[in-house]
């Protein structure tokens, strides 16, 4: 009688058409973990190609129409090495440094080196495979480090952007994903929040970004010379293809295809395009024209505010977020570049920086229900949830700055940190690259 049954299921299956035949089998498979959505994992899958999408080309066509038009390719030849790298360290070691076995609440272990030990199974707790999962993660492990480009733009020696940044993936990055995302002693001791990034990425990134125009020292001619964006138009188009990638950027943080995505969504859009309004308001009031690029940065900066609350709070809350980014941010750059006189080229810290802590510090405030935020933890307040938001930021702040430090200097022992000065004036693209960006002739 078994037999019977067992031809009859198997002459069954062979009559269902292919998609039919792919939801008899998939769910037979002991090997899973949990059990797998294809439609969860078709949204973060395509999420990982929206935050590809917006490291290349997206952020090497903002960050490239910024600078003069002698430094263009250096700034798409440096994302794309960075990005490349730190894909290829994150599959050997920095996954399961990030989101191996939360053992010791600083940095994972476990048996996932080289991804092993992750076909077939489900990530746990998770509705999707460990190696889409792994996926996504890699794309922000790809897009953290080449925020921090915009700080050295014009004047890095490219040997040193690759170490450098090779390793800060590894030595920061990492271990403060875990610490949040990996089950590590933030989320788990002090319950601290970051649905998308604004600690792990914005905070990381920004600080460092800090600390690393500190160290290469400023550009000749700064701050007396002006330095004017060579190509705003290719910075709007930068900005549109990263406004659109954060979608996946922070909707595809749900992990799931449902309204926790789309709820994510709506708030990345409503504190973008409030940023970018209110940016405009300002620089009409102030400078007398709101320009292309005030859109641009302003769109960024209500983008990385957003992004730590994005999932936990209401469409309103978000409108809210993205004005306080523009009033936040704007006269950060002033106080970055003309008070203190640092070359934080492109407002690395003053807009990612700065927007990422905002937005981490005020979630303890927006996920308050009255604001129609997801509400607190059992047992925790708005006061407990700004400790711990305060905590985290502060302990990541601290540690990204340190240790970014030490790797910048560590690794000039071997590289120089700049060119020369005549490679300066001449321009990266042909100094560095052998290549112009444009031929006019």
């Known amino acids: 009688m078994r037999k019977f049954t067992a031809l009859g299921m198997a002459a069954t299956a062979l009559l269902l058409p292919a998609t039919a035949w792919a939801q008899v089998v998939l769910p037979a498979a002991d090997t899973l973990e949990g059990v797998v959505d294809t439609g969860n994992s078709a949204w973060v899958l395509m999420s990982s190609a929206l935050v590809l999408l917006m490291t290349m080309p997206g952020l090497t066509l903002f960050y490239g129409g910024l600078v003069r038009s002698k430094n263009f390719l250096s700034i ?101 994903a875990h610490w949040i995302w990996g089950d590590g002693w933030l989320a788990t001791n002090m319950g601290t929040k970051d649905f998308a990034g604004g600690i792990v990425v914005h905070t990381t990134a920004g600080v460092s970004a800090l600390v690393a125009a500190m160290l290469v020292g400023k550009r000749q001619g700064f701050p007396r010379t002006l330095m004017l964006p060579h190509s705003p138009s290719l910075t709007m188009a930068g900005a549109a293809l990263l406004w659109v990638g954060w979608f996946g950027f922070n909707g595809g943080s749900a992990l799931t295809a449902d309204e926790a995505a789309s709820s994510a969504i709506i708030a990345t859009h409503l504190g973008a395009s409030t940023a970018a309004l209110v940016w405009l308001l300002i620089e009409k009031i102030k400078v007398g024209k709101p320009t292309s690029v005030g859109f641009a940065t302003g769109a960024i900066a209500g983008l990385a505010t957003v992004t730590p609350a994005a999932g936990f709070i209401s469409p309103g809350s978000a409108i809210i977020l993205g004005a306080i980014a523009a009033l936040v941010c704007f006269p950060m750059i002033q106080i970055i570049k003309q008070k203190l006189q640092i070359d934080d080229s492109l407002d690395v810290f003053a807009v990612h920086g700065v927007g990422g802590i905002t937005g981490s510090l005020l979630l303890a405030v927006f996920l308050h229900p009255a604001l129609g935020g997801n509400g607190f933890d ?28 030490v790797i910048a200097v560590l690794v000039s022992f071997f590289i120089p940190m700049r060119v020369g000065e005549d490679d300066e004036r001449e321009g990266l693209d042909l100094a560095s690259h052998g290549e112009r960006a444009w031929e006019l002739e």
Not at 85 to 100: D, Q
Not at 111 to 121: A, E, I, K, P, Y
């Open 378 to 405: 059992e047992g925790t307040t708005m006061l407990s949830q700004f400790s711990a938001q305060a905590v985290g930021v502060g302990a990541v702040a601290i540690w990204s700055a340190v240790a970014t430090a």
């Open 76 to 176: 798409m030849v440096q994302v794309g090495a960075i990005a490349a790298i730190a894909s290829v360290l994150w599959v050997l070691c920095g996954y399961r440094l990030a989101f191996g076995d939360p053992t010791n609440g600083w940095f994972g272990t476990g048996d996932t080196w080289m991804l092993g030990h992750t076909l077939g199974v489900a990530r746990e707790g998770q509705t999707i495979n460990e190696r889409t999962f792994a996926l996504f993660q890699l794309t922000f492990a790809a897009i953290t480090p080449a925020l921090m480009v915009g700080a050295w733009v014009d004047r890095a020696r490219f040997g040193w952007v690759v170490g450098f940044s090779a390793l800060w993936g590894l030595i920061v990055y990492a271990p403060v």
